[in-house]
């Protein structure tokens, strides 16, 4: 009787079925090991606020907010909100403010330490909105801005934001969300680990194809360009314009040698 040991072959379907499940254990545990920790808080949820309201500063599109709501203040003296944080382990975690950086001053201490300052200088650009109801440009804005890095233990902490700026200690909060990603930056509403909504395409049958084919098409409006005379020589233009004493609109792009445009 003899007896295969280790060195005996194996069937080929066999070594790739065992190769492809380490593989998914692998990609699997990496991703689990990739994922991070986070604590994502609205401002509405404050456990302690002490803000001055104002019709005006407050009249704002809701729907730009998370949860729809906020904290703002508006008042003679600095306002302030209070909240209590409960941290999954102890990391050093990134401090990500949603919050009003146009002419704002805000700080912000952790469990009654000591009160630094927001550098709104800092605030991402393209994650920074007016959020005005009547969409005018005056102090009402909303934006992410990175706060800070702190060490923190597992548990419960205390974090203070402060409403100090010089036009009557005005701020608006929004959210703010602690995370042990280093690399996580915000976009809108969106918490770390999720995606933007993809949204689903069309079904085209038989009932609605002529239906798409006249919202495709352009419309005679949509082609009104097609009528305007335009010059292919600016010698040309200019002269015209001279002689009927109106404007030049010169249309120019940075061309592709092969019309690759």
């Given at each position: ?240 314009a001279k002689r009927l ?17």
């Amino acid at each position: 009787m003899t007896s295969k040991g280790f060195d005996s072959p194996v069937h080929p379907v066999i070594r790739f079925s065992l190769f492809f499940s380490a593989f998914l254990f692998l990609l699997t545990g990496n991703r689990a090991a990739a994922q991070k920790d986070f604590v994502w808080v609205e401002a509405e949820n404050a456990v302690e606020k002490k803000v001055n309201r104002n019709g005006w500063y407050e009249g704002l599109k809701r729907g730009d907010f998370s949860g729809e709501n906020l904290v703002a203040h508006w008042g003679n003296t600095p306002g302030i909100a209070k909240f209590r944080v409960n941290l999954p382990k102890t990391d050093t975690y990134t401090f990500w403010l949603r919050a009003n950086p146009v002419k704002s001053s805000l700080n912000v201490r952790f469990d009654s330490g000591q009160w630094f300052n927001v550098n709104f200088q800092r605030a991402l650009r393209e994650e920074t909105i007016n959020v005005a109801e009547d969409n005018a440009p005056d102090l009402r804005f909303i934006g992410w801005v990175r706060a800070g890095v702190q060490k923190f233990d597992v548990g419960e902490h205390e974090i203070e934001v402060r409403f100090n700026s010089n036009n009557n200690n005005h701020g608006i909060l929004d959210c703010f969300c602690l995370t042990t990603d280093n690399n996580w930056k915000p976009r809108r509403l969106l918490k770390p680990g999720e995606a933007a909504p993809h949204w689903p395409a069309p079904e085209i049958t038989e009932a609605n194809l002529d239906e798409w084919m006249t919202f495709l098409r352009p419309s005679d409006e949509e082609l009104g360009w097609r009528k305007v005379r335009w010059h292919h020589d600016l010698s040309e233009a200019a002269a015209e314009a001279k002689r009927l004493q109106r404007p030049i609109l010169l249309w120019a792009m940075n061309g592709h040698p092969c019309g690759e445009t």
